[in-house]
């Protein structure tokens, strides 16, 4: 497998506090790989990290081979890596379409993503285009997230926790449009508590625990026991 993203002994510190403890992790492209683990386990940091938003290493991260780590966000996302943060941060007092049009601003490449194909992904933003963020449901508001992700037009989209506060039925329309943007050939790194979502979507998996990788593998490769006892270290 030709690593797309890949980390290399990845470290992740807050201070003098670790995070993350020497992850070796990769992502090839077309594929959607998960980030699984309870609470604390440093899924987050280790995404952000893949995000430029935390410091890491040069070498500890490798896009197409060459080292990007600790490179500045603007630059990251320019270079094609776009995430979708946690809790969606949303700017509320702008309109659907401006929230969307935000992500033109890292705009990188040609891989066909736009305000038009993103709204044909999403035809509920087309429709709500011209209202405030906050007005939508916890679901549509997940969408323009992703969208506004998307706009930059990434080689590789992050995830982190896109299920977090939502009712099942919208946990199940985010993640029929993951499944959507994975056809279309975006590549997918997906932060997920939720175990069935992050089991059904991915292609392998990666179970953080306590800042370490516990477990990796095919995600159909593993009974449920066994990615458990992985999650919570039991
Ligand atoms: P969650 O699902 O709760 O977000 P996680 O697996 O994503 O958990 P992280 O958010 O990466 O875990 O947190 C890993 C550890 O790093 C935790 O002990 C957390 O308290 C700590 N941590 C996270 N962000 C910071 C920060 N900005 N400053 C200091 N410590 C932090």
Redesign the pocket.
């Known amino acids: 497998m030709t690593a797309l993203l890949e980390t290399r002994g990845l470290e992740v510190f807050?201070g003098d506090?670790q995070?993350v403890f020497g992850v070796d992790f990769e992502v090839a492209e077309g594929e959607t790989v998960a980030i699984i683990?309870?609470?604390?386990?440093?899924?987050?940091?280790?995404l952000k990290a893949l995000a430029g938003l935390v410091k890491s290493r040069p070498d500890g991260i490798l896009l197409d081979g060459r080292p990007v780590g600790g490179k500045p966000a603007y630059e990251i996302v320019k270079s094609g890596v776009a995430l979708v943060p946690?809790g969606r941060r949303l700017f509320p007092s702008m309109s659907v379409a401006d929230n969307l049009r935000m992500g033109e601003n890292g705009r990188s490449g040609d891989r066909g993503w736009t305000y038009e194909t993103v709204c044909d992904l999403f035809p509920i933003l087309r429709e709500r285009a011209d209202q405030l963020a906050p007005t939508l449901s916890g679901g549509q508001q997940q969408m323009v997230a992703i969208g506004r992700a998307l706009i930059s037009n990434p080689r590789v989209l992050l995830c982190d926790?896109i299920s977090l506060g939502l009712s099942p039925a919208a946990v199940k329309d985010v993640y029929a449009a993951i499944t959507e943007i994975k056809k279309r050939g975006t590549t997918i790194v997906i932060?997920e508590?939720d175990l069935n979502a992050a089991l059904g979507a991915a292609d392998r998996i990666y179970c953080?625990l306590e800042?370490k990788v516990s477990l990796t593998g095919r995600a159909d490769e593993f009974d449920r026991s066994q990615i458990l006892a992985a999650y919570f270290g039991s």
């Open positions: 807050y506090f995070a683990g309870a609470n604390g386990a440093g899924k987050s940091s280790f946690e926790e932060v508590q953080f800042g």
